[in-house]
């Protein structure tokens, strides 16, 4: 079992709609866990952490996490052309650990 | 990216040649990563670094060396290139201590093994 997973993809959405991100993780120590988006040919950017049980909202974006189940999700809504991107999960398994593991991604298509 | 640079940004080299790849951050941090990603294995850790000459091993650590021996720059050494380094590298650096924050990464360096 990898330590993060993602469904690769591509999850196409139509714009306007809300886009559904979703990771698993096993080790059940982890501590912190973060939504990176990747456009192609370039670098990931940090969009959103999460530490606590429960819902983050930035602007359009909103990361869940739920610890019991060992998953984190990231919901766009009003999704936009420019949303088009891969998504990428990374979790820290501890506080003092300061590696991140990431999943594999998730590629995202807006259809206008 | 601001305040971290990765050099050069793509490099065609020969099998069995070493290269370096160098990282640079001007943001003081304490601790750098060198990962690679591949299409279907996502990033992957190679080396990390957590101080000055304290470095570490990553899951994919064979067939390649760090070093730093300053705060700003942390290079990476393939020690005889071959074609299955052929990647995409990128570079990140991490504010020390609460773990709070993520990554920052480099624009990345697309190397080629021939």
């Known amino acids: 079992q990898k330590e993060v997973e993602q469904n690769s993809g591509p999850l196409s959405v139509p714009e306007g709609a809300i886009a559904s991100l979703n990771c698993t993780y096993s080790d059940r120590g982890s501590q912190s866990f973060f939504w990176y988006r990747q456009y192609s040919g370039k670098s990931p950017e940090l969009i959103m952490f999460i530490y606590s049980n429960g819902d983050k909202e930035d602007g359009r974006f909103t990361a869940q996490l739920n610890k019991a189940s060992q998953y984190v999700s990231l919901l766009i809504r009003d999704s936009q052309p420019s949303d088009s991107a891969t998504y990428l999960c990374?979790?820290?398994?501890?506080?003092?650990?300061?590696?991140?593991?990431f999943g594999t991604g998730t590629r995202l298509t807006i259809i206008p | 990216d601001a305040g971290i640079t990765q050099s050069p940004r793509h490099k065609v080299t020969e099998t069995g040649t070493p290269v370096t790849l160098r990282c640079h951050q001007t943001e003081n941090h304490r601790y750098m990563y060198w990962y690679r990603q591949d299409p279907g294995h996502g990033l992957r850790l190679i080396h990390y670094s957590y101080g000055v000459k304290d470095t570490d091993k990553g899951e994919v650590s064979d067939g390649y060396s760090v070093s730093r021996s300053k705060t700003e720059d942390f290079l990476l050494t393939l020690e005889s290139a071959t074609s299955s380094q052929t990647s995409v590298y990128f570079c990140?650096?991490?504010?020390?201590?609460?773990?709070?924050?993520?990554?920052?990464f480099g624009s990345g360096t697309r190397l080629t093994v021939v």
């Open positions: 990374a979790v820290r398994t501890n506080f003092g650990n300061e590696k991140l593991t």
């Open positions: 990140a650096i991490s504010e020390s201590g609460t773990g709070t924050y993520g990554y920052t």
